[in-house]
Protein backbone atom coordinates (compact mmCIF):
# COMPACT_ATOMS: atom_id res chain seq x y z
CA UNK A 1 0.00 0.00 0.00
CA UNK A 2 1.33 3.09 -0.99
CA UNK A 3 1.80 6.02 2.08
CA UNK A 4 2.94 9.69 1.59
CA UNK A 5 5.42 9.41 4.13
CA UNK A 6 7.20 6.60 3.03
CA UNK A 7 7.05 8.38 -0.34
CA UNK A 8 8.71 11.54 1.25
CA UNK A 9 11.46 9.29 3.56
CA UNK A 10 12.79 7.59 0.16
CA UNK A 11 12.32 10.77 -1.90
CA UNK A 12 9.70 10.05 -4.66
CA UNK A 13 7.68 12.98 -3.43
CA UNK A 14 9.57 16.05 -2.37
CA UNK A 15 9.67 17.85 0.75
CA UNK A 16 11.06 20.87 2.58
CA UNK A 17 13.87 18.65 4.61
CA UNK A 18 15.10 20.25 7.82
CA UNK A 19 17.43 17.22 8.50
CA UNK A 20 17.95 13.47 8.21
CA UNK A 21 19.53 11.11 10.19
CA UNK A 22 19.73 7.10 9.62
CA UNK A 23 16.31 6.18 11.31
CA UNK A 24 14.21 9.37 10.69
CA UNK A 25 13.49 12.40 8.34
CA UNK A 26 12.10 15.90 9.56
CA UNK A 27 10.37 18.12 6.84
CA UNK A 28 8.44 21.13 7.08
CA UNK A 29 5.01 21.08 7.19
CA UNK A 30 2.95 21.82 3.80
CA UNK A 31 0.27 23.71 6.15
CA UNK A 32 2.10 25.39 9.10
CA UNK A 33 -0.29 25.67 12.40
CA UNK A 34 2.57 28.06 13.88
CA UNK A 35 6.05 29.64 12.59
CA UNK A 36 7.99 26.51 13.08
CA UNK A 37 5.69 23.59 12.45
CA UNK A 38 8.01 20.58 11.42
CA UNK A 39 7.01 16.55 10.94
CA UNK A 40 9.80 14.19 12.13
CA UNK A 41 8.87 10.96 11.00
CA UNK A 42 10.84 7.62 10.93
CA UNK A 43 11.79 5.89 8.10
CA UNK A 44 10.48 2.40 8.92
CA UNK A 45 6.60 2.55 7.99
CA UNK A 46 4.83 2.06 11.52
CA UNK A 47 1.23 3.40 11.41
CA UNK A 48 0.89 5.65 14.72
CA UNK A 49 2.22 5.17 18.30
CA UNK A 50 -0.37 2.36 18.81
CA UNK A 51 1.46 0.31 16.21
CA UNK A 52 4.32 0.70 18.19
CA UNK A 53 6.48 -2.47 20.06
CA UNK A 54 9.14 -3.14 22.75
CA UNK A 55 11.29 -3.54 19.56
CA UNK A 56 10.46 -0.11 18.56
CA UNK A 57 11.61 1.40 21.75
CA UNK A 58 15.02 3.00 20.54
CA UNK A 59 13.55 3.92 17.17
CA UNK A 60 10.85 5.99 19.33
CA UNK A 61 13.80 7.40 21.37
CA UNK A 62 15.83 8.49 18.69
CA UNK A 63 12.96 10.37 17.28
CA UNK A 64 12.12 12.05 20.63
CA UNK A 65 15.81 13.16 20.49
CA UNK A 66 15.69 14.42 16.65
CA UNK A 67 12.60 16.53 17.73
CA UNK A 68 14.29 17.99 19.90
CA UNK A 69 17.24 18.54 17.97
CA UNK A 70 14.91 19.99 15.27
CA UNK A 71 13.80 22.57 18.00
CA UNK A 72 17.17 23.77 18.70
CA UNK A 73 18.01 24.00 15.16
CA UNK A 74 15.38 26.14 13.89
CA UNK A 75 15.85 28.23 17.17
CA UNK A 76 12.52 27.47 19.12
CA UNK A 77 14.28 25.95 22.32
CA UNK A 78 14.65 28.76 24.48
CA UNK A 79 11.12 30.39 23.68
CA UNK A 80 9.20 26.36 24.27
CA UNK A 81 7.53 24.77 22.03
CA UNK A 82 5.55 20.86 21.77
CA UNK A 83 5.92 17.80 20.12
CA UNK A 84 2.56 16.06 19.41
CA UNK A 85 1.86 12.77 18.17
CA UNK A 86 -2.00 12.91 16.81
CA UNK A 87 -3.36 9.37 17.00
CA UNK A 88 -6.38 7.70 15.27
CA UNK A 89 -9.20 9.22 14.84
CA UNK A 90 -10.55 10.99 17.75
CA UNK A 91 -6.76 12.21 18.09
CA UNK A 92 -6.98 13.53 14.62
CA UNK A 93 -4.42 11.88 12.74
CA UNK A 94 -4.97 12.26 9.22
CA UNK A 95 -1.22 10.66 7.62
CA UNK A 96 -1.44 6.84 8.92
CA UNK A 97 2.44 7.28 9.26
CA UNK A 98 3.85 8.24 12.82
CA UNK A 99 4.98 11.44 13.04
CA UNK A 100 5.91 13.72 15.68
CA UNK A 101 4.79 17.66 14.65
CA UNK A 102 7.26 19.86 16.18
CA UNK A 103 5.50 23.45 16.96
CA UNK A 104 7.23 26.38 18.08
CA UNK A 105 7.58 30.24 17.40
CA UNK A 106 4.38 31.76 19.51
CA UNK A 107 2.18 30.80 22.46
CA UNK A 108 0.49 27.43 21.76
CA UNK A 109 -3.35 27.30 23.72
CA UNK A 110 -3.85 24.75 26.02
CA UNK A 111 -5.65 22.25 26.00
CA UNK A 112 -6.11 21.68 22.94
CA UNK A 113 -9.30 21.64 20.39
P1 LIG B 1 -1.89 14.66 11.39
O1 LIG B 1 -3.18 15.39 11.19
O2 LIG B 1 -1.39 14.64 12.79
O3 LIG B 1 -1.94 13.28 10.76
O4 LIG B 1 -0.80 15.51 10.62
C1 LIG B 1 -0.53 15.36 9.27
C2 LIG B 1 0.20 16.60 8.85
O5 LIG B 1 0.81 16.33 7.61
C3 LIG B 1 -0.71 17.82 8.66
O6 LIG B 1 -0.27 18.86 9.53
C4 LIG B 1 -0.51 18.17 7.19
O7 LIG B 1 -0.50 19.57 6.97
C5 LIG B 1 0.82 17.53 6.88
N1 LIG B 1 1.04 17.15 5.50
C6 LIG B 1 0.18 16.52 4.66
N2 LIG B 1 0.75 16.31 3.48
C7 LIG B 1 2.02 16.82 3.55
C8 LIG B 1 3.12 16.91 2.63
N3 LIG B 1 3.04 16.43 1.38
N4 LIG B 1 4.24 17.52 3.05
C9 LIG B 1 4.33 18.02 4.31
N5 LIG B 1 3.34 17.95 5.22
C10 LIG B 1 2.20 17.37 4.84
ZN1 LIG C 1 4.61 5.03 5.69
Same mark, same amino acid.
Given at each position: ????????????????????????????????? %???? &?????????? @?? @????? %??????????????? &?????????????? &?????????? @???????? &????????????
Amino acid at each position: MSCLFCDIATKKIPAKVVREDEYTIAFHDINPA %APTH &VLVIPKKHLT @SI @SDATE %ADAALLGHLMLAAKT &VAQELGVQDGGYRI &VLNTGTNGGQ @SVLHLHAH &VLGGRALAWPPG
